[in-house]
C-alpha cells in the first residue's frame, strides 16, 4: 500500500467506529414517515453526537444507524441554526468515541478526509486539501457563522453533520455546506467553535451569544506594520463585508479594515473572536483595534444579541 493510501486508511479506521447515519422521521396520516437523513459523530462515552441543526431541526423522530448496522432512538438535547450545529443523545451501545482535533492549529494544503452518508451510502469516505480557513458562511437561517472551513474534499446531500478529519484520525471540523452549482468547494464549522457550541447546548439545549454582523477572513498581516506597531500577533481579521443593520454597519468599521484585538485580547483567528462575544458583551460597549492603511485606528462597537 502507497504511503497517501496507508495515512488516509489508518485515519478513517481511528473514527469509523463514532461516525452515525441520522434518520429523522415526521408522522404522515397518523404514522412516522421518513423525513430526510444526514451524518453525525459520536463525542463522549455517553453518547453524545455532533450533528447539523438542519438535519435534525423540526424532527418528531430520531434514529442513527453504527457501522454494524445496529439502530437506536436519540433524542435532541439542543440546536444552534446560527452555527448549523446540534447535539443529538443516543443510549447505543459498541460505538468508539472521536477524538477532538485542534482547527486553530491547521494549515492550508493540509490533508482532510470526510466521513458521512452522502445520499444513505453508509459512512462514504472523501479526501481534500485545506483550501482556506476562518472563513465566515451564511447558513441555511440566513445568518453568519465564523472560524467555517474551506477544502476540496467532495460533499454531497447527506453528509452534513459527519466529520472533517486530519491525518491522525482527529476530528476538526462538522461538516455542514456545499455551494450548489461550484466544484470543489466545501465546508465545515471549525471544531473548536463546535465545542464551545457543545457546551452551550448541553446546558441549556439554546447558545446567546453576542454578534457583530461581519464576513471575515483570515490573513497574514505584513510583517512592517508588525514590527513597527509591535504587535503580538501575525494574523488579523479581514473584513470583506458587513451586514446591514448589525452592531458593525452602526459603528465605523469599513470593508477592507483588518481587525486586530477584542478590548485588550489580541484576535489570531475568527475563533479568537467568536469566544470574546460572549453573552455578557451584549449591549455592552467593546472597543476593535483595527488596521487601515497602515494606520492602527481604534473603534467602539455595541455587540448585539442574534435576533430569533
Known sequence: MDA????????VGLIKNAVVKIDIFNSQRGKPAPAGSGSGFIFSSDGLIFT????VKGAEKIRVTLLDGSEEDAFLVGDDPD???AVIKTYASGFSVARMGDSDGLNIGQLVIAIGNPYGYQH???TGVVSALGRTLRTTSGRLVDNVIQ????????NSGGPMVNAEGEVIGVNTAVIRGAQGLSFAVGINTAKDIAGYLIKDG???KAYLGLVLQEINLNPRIVNYYGLKNKKGLFVVSIEKDSPASRSTLREGDIIIQFEETPLHTTHDLFKQLSRDRIDRLS???????????TTDIYPAAQAA
Request: charged share 20%.
Open 83 to 85: 452555527t448549523d450545529l
Open 151 to 158: 477544502s476540496d474534499a467532495p460533499l454531497n446531500p447527506g
Open 287 to 297: 472597543h476593535l483595534t483595527i488596521i487601515r492603511n497602515a494606520q492602527k485606528l
Open 124 to 126: 462514504t469516505v472523501t
Open 206 to 208: 439554546k447558545v446567546v
Open 4 to 11: 497517501y493510501s496507508k495515512i488516509v486508511t489508518e485515519a
Open 52 to 55: 447539523n441543526s438542519h438535519v
